[in-house]
């Protein structure tokens, strides 16, 4: 057995473990440990669960776990965990929590103050970010876009002028608009559509967000995708060393007493204040300065 080895798990646990998001070989063997081992496996859809675990020779009992039924499943985990059960807690495809029902389980479980513990292996969005050539130092994951358009163009002005790629998560139904939405909004950047990641038909399309939004136009691509946009490329605005600022500055400098009604006029060219509300506010602060 390796280092670190879960054949013995820490009872009272929920393990997050990650499974493949296309090719059945992509589990790692912490991940099998734990899912054999564990008292019984939550997952998103038993089925497509079951056929996962048989591929792999695990035989185990599985409690289904989904978005309509989660308060019951959640009931139920939590009164087994509280028994002292070990959970290992899988979502369809992936990382669980990241997008799926897990997040709000692991929200409930640390409320109780039980443990969750991450058993780390694919998702799809480091998969997608690590070969996507854009810069992954920096990056802002932004899961599922908003729907209503109106939404979604308010979140892309809020990210606009961040230097960090964005990604996010896309249905092949709504792949089209939304990057007709980003060209619109965030326009001609490099962005990437990563395709099927992991499995037989894996593809990633480079090219500017306008380029993409032409080539998927009135189409739906078959399999799931990632959508990555560069982020921004704008510096920031070089300070502005204004006559005000450097009259205050040279001021403060020489140790020189500015009177309230200049500094209220200084004051108010620099920040857009009224003169009036400045010089009430300065005459305050000079009268708490000189009692
Ligand atoms: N928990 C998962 C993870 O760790 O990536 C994500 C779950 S989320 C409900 C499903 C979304 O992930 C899909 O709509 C798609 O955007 C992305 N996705 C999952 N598998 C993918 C794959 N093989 N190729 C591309 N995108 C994938």
Known sequence: MVEGSDRQLQPGTLYLVATPIGNLADITLRALEVLRAADVIAAEDTRHTRKLLSAHGVHNRLLSYREHNHEAATRQVLGMLEEGKTVACVSDAGTPGLNDPGQRLVQRVLQQGL??????????????????????????????????????????????????????????????????????????RPAVVARELTKLHEQFLRGSLEQLAERFAGQEPRGEVVVLVAGSKRQRPRLELSGELKQLADA?????????????????????????ELYDWLSRLRREHEQ
């Open 252 to 276: 403060a400098l020489r140790g020189q007493r500015l009177g309230t009604s200049q500094l209220a006029g200084l004051l108010s060219r620099l920040t857009g204040n009224k003169r009036r």
């Open 115 to 188: 443990e969750v513990v991450p058993v780390p292996g694919p998702s799809a969005l480091l998969a997608a970010l690590v070969a996507s050539g854009l810069d992954c130092a920096n990056f802002l994951f932004l899961g599922f876009p908003p729907r209503r358009p109106e939404a979604l163009r308010e979140q892309l002005e809020q990210v606009s002028q961040l230097p960090a790629t964005l990604v996010f998560y896309e249905s092949p139904r709504r792949l089209a608009d939304t990057l007709a939405a980003l060209a619109a909004t965030l326009g001609p």
